[in-house]
């Protein structure tokens, strides 16, 4: 019988990521920084490689978020996640990626503290 995702989630081999992901974090959430465990944090995945196993995900896949926040942030990444489909689908991929290189280098200049 094959194993369900919560199964997974029960192995070594996630349990050892998941502390990995947190370790990294500094035991805070990576959305408001809240280092409270009575709001138990939790290691979200922000994309999903098909056929991969949760624990053989890239680390940068991941993040430490509170609960509160894994609830916010679930859905809105979905959504966005369907939007960037539906964009994908309808543009040429040479403007993507133009798109994305200026994307990409704003957040840049923004996690510079340039305004
Ligand atoms: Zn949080």
């Given at each position: 019988?094959?194993?369900?995702?919560?199964?997974?989630?029960?192995?070594?081999?996630?349990?050892?990521?998941?502390?990995?992901?947190?370790?990294?974090?500094?035991?805070?959430?990576?959305?408001?920084?809240?280092?409270?465990?009575?709001?138990?944090?939790?290691?979200?995945?922000?994309?999903?490689?098909?056929?991969v196993h949760?624990?053989?995900?890239?680390?940068?896949?991941?993040?430490?978020?509170?609960?509160?926040?894994?609830?916010?942030?679930?859905?809105?990444?979905?959504?966005?996640?369907?939007?960037?489909?539906?964009?994908l689908c309808?543009?040429?991929?040479?403007?993507?990626?133009?798109?994305?290189?200026?994307?990409?280098?704003?957040?840049?200049?923004?996690?510079?503290?340039?305004?």
């Open positions: 019988m094959p194993k369900t995702y919560s199964d997974k989630l029960r192995e070594v081999k996630w349990q050892q990521k998941r502390l990995s992901i947190l370790l990294r974090d500094g035991w805070k959430c990576r959305d408001c920084g809240n280092p409270n465990p009575e709001l138990g944090l939790e290691v979200h995945h922000c994309y999903y490689l098909a056929g949760p624990g053989d995900h890239p680390d940068e896949a991941m993040l430490s978020l509170c609960h509160p926040c894994h609830q916010i942030r679930q859905p809105r990444e979905q959504a966005l996640h369907l939007v960037m489909a539906k964009i309808a543009t040429p991929i040479t403007h993507i990626e133009a798109m994305f290189w200026l994307l990409l280098a704003r957040c840049s200049e923004l996690e510079r503290g340039s305004s």
